[in-house]
Every structure is written in C-alpha cells, then in structure tokens.
C-alpha cells in the first residue's frame, strides 16, 4: 500500500477522538514516488503548525487542514512563510550536497526537491507562534498520540530526521533511550532503532528561529559530511 494511503487511513482513525474532530492537521509525504526514489528519505519533525489555513480558518481556529496541499499550493506560486523555505534549503543541500548559498536560488529544481521530503508535527492542531513543551508533552501522552506518533514515523520509515523541536525532552519522550552525541558542531546527532525504525537523527534548528538562514545551511551541510554523522 502506498504511503499517502496508509498516512491517509491512520489520520481518519486519529483525527476521529474528540480532541481532534474538526481541527486535525494532515501532514507528512508530498509524493509517494519522489519521497521513494530520493537518494535518502529525510524526514523534519516540528512541533505545531501555528499560521496556515485559509483566512477563515485561522479566524476559528478550529477547523482542520491539509499542511502538505497548502505548502504546495504556495511553493507553486513561489511564496511561502519563511519557515517553509528553511526546509526547501535544508533538503536541497542534504538530498544534493549543494553548499553555495548564494546560488541556491537561481534554478527551480529547488523548489523540487521538498517533494521528495516529510514533514511531520507532533501536535495536530493548530498552536500559537511559541509552542509550550509542557503542553506538548502532555498532547504527546493523552489520547494514544504517543502510538499515532510512531505509527506515522513507521510509514514515513526515514533514513534521516531533522529535529527543530529545540528539545531534549520532547525527543526522549517520543524515542525511548536515544542516546545523543556531540557532532562537533554544537548540534548533537544519534541514531535511533527499533523493530520498526532505523535513522540517524540531527537535534538541530527550527526552520522559524531568527539564525541566519545562511549560517544555519551551511552548519547542516557540514554536521552531514562529517565523520561523526557517517560512523552513526
């Protein structure tokens, strides 16, 4: 069964609980074939989507949406938030080992490569401009979320997972006794594995943090090539 088909058939049943009813955010793969033939299946884990959805929906902030269809609807007309494009260039540089900034953005094949990508948030419902980990920690234990969580990581299967959780807890909380290391870049890095999963994971940046989206390529692209993150 393709991805998409399995994502699709664990959201009816997850967005079915009263917590979610009416307000579930779909997320995950853009394309089962490109996500497939990409050359390394990366994955970026996000806490909550807090600025999508149509004008009304955000007025509610109640009814649900399909995170995936709206980053590709906007990346069609080239424009997006800004956090949206941190992920186009943090794919790029890892599924092409592209590492000239300045050029990212002179072919469109960039605007390519996300299809070949998943996004995953933990929470799925729409939040606030800043996540609380205590709230998300919460969210994560109550109504099965913890299960759903790791069934849709299982489907997804990556072979990479770019964190911009920006926390510890969060991440020991959701991959039972992962164990970090230090990249050497001052972002740690591990490799998580159980019955079902096999990745490396990089305990990075949100793509919304106000570090200098150059800085924060170019760190990715050296955590990527470097010795530590190969031995994993």
């Not at 079915?16 to 009416?22: C, M, T």
């Not at 092409?96 to 998943?118: E, M, P, R, V």
């Amino acid at each position: 069964m393709a991805i998409k088909k399995k994502l699709d058939n664990l959201f009816k049943e997850w967005e079915d609980n009263d917590y979610h009813r009416g307000k579930f955010v779909r997320d995950g793969i853009f394309d089962d074939n490109e996500y497939l033939n990409s050359n390394v299946k990366v994955m970026f884990l996000l806490k909550e989507t807090n600025d999508f959805g149509s004008e009304s929906q955000q007025e509610k902030k109640q009814e649900g949406y399909d995170l995936i269809k709206i980053i590709e609807s906007e990346l069609e007309l080239k424009k997006s938030k800004p956090f949206v494009y941190r992920i186009l260039e943090w794919s790029y540089c890892i599924l092409t080992g592209f590492c000239d900034y300045n050029c990212l953005y002179k072919s469109d094949d960039i605007y390519n490569k996300i299809k070949q990508t998943a996004i995953v948030n933990i929470k799925k419902t729409g939040g606030k401009n800043r996540s609380k980990n205590k709230e998300l920690l919460e969210y994560i234990r109550m109504n099965n979320n913890e299960i759903n969580l790791m069934q849709e990581i299982s489907i997804i299967n990556p072979d990479i997972i770019i964190s911009g959780l920006n926390s510890k807890e969060l991440l020991f909380e959701i991959f039972k006794d992962i164990k970090f290391h230090d990249s050497g870049f001052c972002r740690d890095i591990a490799r998580y594995k159980n019955e079902n999963l096999n990745f490396k994971i990089i305990d990075y940046f949100h793509p919304s943090s106000r570090i200098p989206c150059e800085f924060t390529f170019c760190l990715l692209r050296k955590i990527i090539v470097s010795e530590g993150f190969k031995e994993l």
